[in-house]
């Protein structure tokens, strides 16, 4: 029997990957919050069951068969009367097709089952790697209306929802694990609204919520109508369900207009981006808290304001670690971030356990010059400080290196770079000083962190230095920030030629330095912990370059050599 109305639950909400059970509890309540909306069907997203994406998972057998499982024990609970369940889970069939499927859940029994058809293979995606296609669907009828169901990727090319339309889908619901870069949000929109234009039906993009390692999923579901208006926009970086109302018109069907959820500016969806990222990474992995070094300077300043905002400051711990060429002003500006945050401060003298370094080491170095090795020592003193801290109480280190810093190797092993997770990862050193700002400006609603300028002017006005040895600073081997991160995202993100980057403005020899250093510290990104993704290649899961690699794009005589340590 037809019906002319359908009033669907859009549940954008973060599960934890591999916790069936606490996923199946999420979906739960989110589906008796439906039943009080008055719902009949509610909707998750990608693979919500499992958590998104299960990578290697998906080779246990004994995974698969308890996905199914917690899908079958939902599915019993459908027989109430109250609203269906539409359900992104892995699925195991009878004859051992592993699928990214999702499943229509009624009457108390599993209805329906689609498999995603198109397996991303591309930046952070391998699922062709663990996935079997496929077949290409038609529409599940529910309750009288045809609902077409492309998962992710499906919805990003046109064969599956011209497909679905083709066989007679009425409206598509486009369930997601699609995480967040910039410029995401209105990719997303740009395709979508291609797809309604293609099939003349109006779509539902379901988006998942949370920090799964490196990725974060922001969210951000929205509705089109048939006429390609918004209908429905969700909160990003926010879990919520809410209602979206589909009516049979004359010409099909439409959604009418929902509740519009304004959206964050750039700035600020990256500052949420990295708050979830690493909220999300300490609390599902079981953490009570982080401790990290907080040095004066705006790296470990804006980590550990971030670090607030995502856990509270009774969770964060703030260690200073000074040595002789620590600045006057350093000590200063670290204890007033400490006390604006309002978190735990020490300070943890590390003179005497370098000084035991050299002189255990003076015997084998007698009679070299002393340098970055010594320099290192006070790098590494540090992290196996903050190492000790960690054993001891439980609590994560978070490490602090920007991506310009990262992407040349300014980074010491074993020293600064020790550390479990770190949130401005993929954060280029003139974004950090443009994000301190912004947080100064702003307190994120719904975030722990106070408001006010939680990040003293001076750390963000004063030459950044490591301060290894006398009147240091980052300028001393690299150029300037501006220049160095306008090189290094021609270099990175846009795979850029030394040409083609010097058209851009920039010095041949410093572009080929910046280069050599960026090719020959992949050693210690390989190393180095995860962080959230914020950009279109972020190191690790996007940009995966060899270690042993010869090549240059040289076009002059000039050949750099050495390496950094």
Known sequence: MSKDTLNIAVAQLNPVMGDLAANILMARDARMEAKRQGADLIAFSELFISGYPPEDLIDKDAFLHACREACEELARETDDGGPAVLMGTPWLTDDGKRYNAVVMMDGGEVTAVRAKVDLPNYSVFDEKRVFDAGPLPGPIDFRGVRLGVPVCEDAWSEEVPECLAETGAELLIVPNGSPWWEGKTDERVHIMVQRVVETDLPLLYINQLGGQDE?????????????????????????????????????????????????????????????????????????????????????????????????????????????????????????????????????????????????????LFEGTKEGVTEENLQSRTRGTILMALSNKFGSMVVTTGNKSEMSVGYATLYGDMNGGFNPIKDVYKTDVYRMAAWRNAHQPCGLMGPGGEVIPERIITKAPSAELRPDQTDQDSLPEYDVLDGILRGLVEDEKSLQGIVADGYDLETVGRIEHLLYIAEYKRRQAAPGVKLTSRAFGRDRRYPITNRFRDRRDPAHPQGTTS
């Not at 700035?267 to 990290?292: S, T």
Request: net charge negative.
């Open 215 to 363: 990725l974060v999923f922001d969210g951000g579901s929205f509705a089109l109508a048939k006429d390609r208006t918004l209908a429905l926009q969700m909160p990003q970086f926010e879990a919520a369900v809410q209602m979206i109302n589909a009516k049979r018109i004359n010409e099909g069907w439409t959604f009418e207009r929902g509740q519009i959820a304004a959206l964050p500016d750039d700035l600020e969806a990256d500052w949420r981006a990295c708050v979830m990222g690493l909220g999300d990474y300490v609390n599902k992995n079981g953490f009570p808290g982080v401790v990290l070094g907080l040095s004066g300077g705006i790296d470990s300043a804006i980590c550990a304001a971030m670090a607030v905002d995502a856990l509270g400051a009774h969770r964060v711990h703030c260690v200073m670690m000074p040595y002789e060429y620590t600045a006057q002003h350093s000590l200063e500006d670290a204890e007033a971030c400490a006390k604006a945050l309002g978190v735990r401060y020490d300070v943890v003298e590390i003179h005497a356990p370098v000084e035991g370094f050299l002189s255990a080491l003076g015997p």
